[in-house]
């Protein structure tokens, strides 16, 4: 028995990456002026730093990272098929202007699968359990929605109690695999106010190939992380290992978690209130497993998305046959695949070998031929996977949209209502850049090209064909 995306996929907004450069990237050092600089090159930063050239600023993006995409990755090269390491699903598609974009630059825009497939124990859910699953997936939701209309508590003490077989599904689903956090840890104002997200599209050659090629018009500078950042309400000097950049405006993009790491050093310090914000949207964790499983031993459809019944959240979700191929992907999430993840990748593959053989049996479990996994909260420039509101603390999205002198701040963490998806992090950097050029002046004329000279008509001797200028 099937569940409906929309049934299902309201619960799983996860913040769902071939490493590739992309991006005009610069051979010399980075310029030591621009008329705004923007720090990061993941989904915010490239929407930012489009809307600059748009506007005919200059402008240079410098990302620590040695690729575009922040969060979204694609990985086209360890089993010679495209997934996503990180960000999946795009929303909205009828006002998602990255949905046109994509389209616009060759790439193929696919809808998510319109069901999915639910096991309890080694069996497909009776039409009748998933209508009690159902049920209870709707009654969670509904006592959260409306906790959150009388104050800021944790979605955990809105529950109902009484969810029986359905309760650990119910929490994982609406928490670890919604936002990368427990539902003791997730604001309920923060939850209600997340714009609807049932309608799931994905990229088919990747959501980082996507940000890579929308950034290939944009002026990068990779590996090159920003030290410290000198700020007024004038200009600002970002410090990196490849010299000193000056500008009129900044657009700070980094994760709330890198905000709040005090790896990027600011001067004079940011305001208490912003690093408050920013502690207070500290980023979930949400990790893949991805497995090589020829001759489809699960028997799933391509693309298919399935879950377990499970007594409590230290479950999966898994997504099979990606785009056709022997790919499946098994996702972890909050503080169950927190600790996995830090025990290492190894562990990680023992638990996906773990789950499968107790839902499919032990054939399943030795089918696997290959593995790999994503551990974002070890990654040094990311820190995590998406943000989450802490109870009590969904303001905070707003005090970190703050001005700061001439420093704006972007990202998904920014956005009210589409935080923890790319959605909301391109929005924000749209956003933030027609801040930063209000700032300066607005767009700028373009020069008029200078008159070319008078042509000397003179014999042509031989043509040269294909000639690089």
């Excluded at 929407?47 to 575009?68: H, S």
Aim: net charge positive.
């Amino acid at each position: 028995m099937t569940v409906t995306r929309r049934d299902f996929l309201s619960a799983s907004a996860a913040f769902a990456l071939a490493p590739a450069l992309g991006g005009r990237v610069l051979a010399a050092p980075p310029p030591r002026e621009a008329d705004i600089v923007v720090i990061g090159a993941g989904a915010a930063g490239i929407a930012a730093a489009r809307r600059i050239v748009a506007a005919n600023r200059k402008v240079i993006v410098v990302e620590a990272a040695g690729q575009v995409g922040g969060r979204c990755q694609t990985d086209a090269s360890t089993f010679g098929v495209p997934f996503d390491r990180g960000a999946r699903w795009m929303y909205n598609p009828d006002t998602n202007p990255m949905i046109r974009l994509a389209r616009s630059a060759g790439l193929d825009i696919v809808t998510a699968p319109a069901g999915q497939k639910m096991r309890i124990g080694r069996r497909n859910a009776r039409a009748g359990e998933t209508e009690q699953f159902l049920a209870a997936l709707v009654r969670a939701n509904r006592a959260i929605d409306e906790a959150a209309r009388k104050a800021d508590i944790a979605c955990a003490a809105a529950m109902p109690k009484d969810l029986g077989d359905w309760a650990g599904t119910a929490e994982f689903l609406l928490g670890p695999n919604f936002c990368g956090k427990d539902l003791k840890e997730l604001s309920a104002i923060d939850k209600g106010r997340a714009q609807d997200r049932n309608a799931a599209i994905a990229c088919r050659q990747g959501l980082g190939t996507l940000i890579t090629k929308l950034g290939e018009q944009v002026p990068l500078a990779l590996s090159t992380p920003a030290s410290r950042i000198l700020w007024s309400n004038r200009d600002v000097m970002v410090e990196t290992p490849s010299g000193k950049i000056t500008a009129r405006a900044a657009i700070v993009t980094v994760s709330s978690n890198v905000l709040a790491s005090g790896n990027i050093k600011f001067a004079p310090e940011l305001p208490k209130r912003t690093l408050d914000a920013a502690a207070k949207l500290s980023l979930g964790s949400y990790d893949r497993i991805v497995l090589q499983l020829p001759g489809n031993p699960l028997g799933l459809s391509r693309d298919d998305i399935l879950i377990e019944q499970s007594n409590s959240t230290k479950t999966a979700l898994l997504y099979g046959n990606i785009a056709g191929s022997s790919l499946c992907t098994i996702d972890v999430a909050g503080s169950f695949g927190r600790d996995l993840s830090a025990q290492g990748e190894q562990a990680m593959s023992a638990f996906a070998a773990e789950w499968l053989t107790k839902l499919y049996g032990s054939e399943v479990g030795a089918a696997v031929k290959k593995t790999s996994a994503t551990r974002w909260n070890a990654q040094p420039f990311i820190m995590g996977a998406m943000s989450a509101a802490a109870p009590g603390a969904q303001f905070s999205r707003r005090i970190l949209a703050e001005p700061i002198g001439a420093m704006y701040l972007a990202g998904e963490a920014t956005h009210e209502t589409l935080w923890g998806t790319i959605d909301g992090a391109w929005d924000s950097g749209e956003r933030a850049a027609d801040a930063a050029l209000r700032r300066i002046g607005g767009a700028k004329e373009a020069t008029p090209a200078p008159a070319a000279p008078a042509a000397k008509h003179k014999r042509r001797t031989s043509p040269r064909s294909g000639a690089m200028n």
